[in-house]
Structure formats: C-alpha cells, structure tokens
C-alpha cells in the first residue's frame, strides 16, 4: 500500500467556482478542482497555491482551511492512499489559463449549482459544498 499527499484549492472569485476540465486522451475525463502533490519543503497551503497557479494560471490567495478528502485507487503493481488537503481561496479576477501539458482542455469560474453538477467526483462535491458554506459566511462577516 503507497500513500500520496496532495493539495489543492476551491478558487471562488465574486461567488463563481473555478474548474478544470481534463481529458487525457479519452480514458480519463472530467471536470476538475485544482489540486496536485505536495513537493519537498512545501508546506500544505504553499502546494495548494501552486497547484492552482501551474494548473489553471490563477494567482490565488488562501481564505481557510477546508478540511481532508480521503480515497484509495489502484495501480498496476498497487494500491494508494490518497489524502488530500483543501483551502478555500480567493482570486482577484475571472481569468484562467489551463495546463496542457497535464491535460486540461478547459477552464472557468461556474455559479454553485453548475460547478457542483459538473464536478466528476463525490468527494470534490463535498468540499465544494462545505467551502461555499465558509465563503458565504465569511461574506456575512465582512458587511
């Protein structure tokens, strides 16, 4: 059993959600939140604002911590642990700029209800919901 750390963020820019759309050549596609390994010396936060930067070209700033999704997956030779660590994040402007090198073909920022159905996985659905939650209340705070 292999275990793997990644980070990443819930980029919410004037209420709307950044996604990824990646597709590596058919096998594997979907809609997407950023998010990537952590690298020797990062901490978790400084992996999740890279991950955003290389992935979607977006200058993020962290808001809050979200909390940990949890899977496992297999490979040919095994099976891996994957944890991953979420920050609730905030951009200073619509653009984005998707890494073709990694396979993504297509980013943007989504209402709510459209990001959450586009999403392809469950557990990226739940942190997407638990982060609006935060961004909505931290909204409340501020006025």
Not at 13 to 25: D, E, H, M, P, Q
């Amino acid at each position: 059993m292999q275990k793997a750390v990644s980070c990443g963020g819930v980029v919410i820019f004037r209420g709307k959600i950044l996604l990824l759309y990646k597709n590596i050549k058919n096998r594997y596609e979907g809609w997407v939140l950023p998010k990537g390994t952590v690298e020797e010396g990062e901490s978790h936060e400084q992996t999740a604002l890279r991950e955003v930067h290389e992935e979607a070209g977006v200058k993020a700033k962290v808001l809050d911590y979200i909390g940990k999704s949890e899977y496992t997956f297999t490979v040919p030779s095994d099976t891996v642990e994957k944890e991953v660590h979420w920050y609730l994040m905030t951009a200073n402007n619509y653009y984005s700029k998707p890494q073709k090198e990694e396979f993504f073909f297509h980013s943007g920022y989504y209402r709510y209800i459209e990001a959450y159905h586009l999403l392809k996985f469950p557990n990226e659905r739940a942190m997407l919901e638990k982060a609006y939650k935060m961004y909505k209340e931290k909204g409340k705070k501020s006025n």
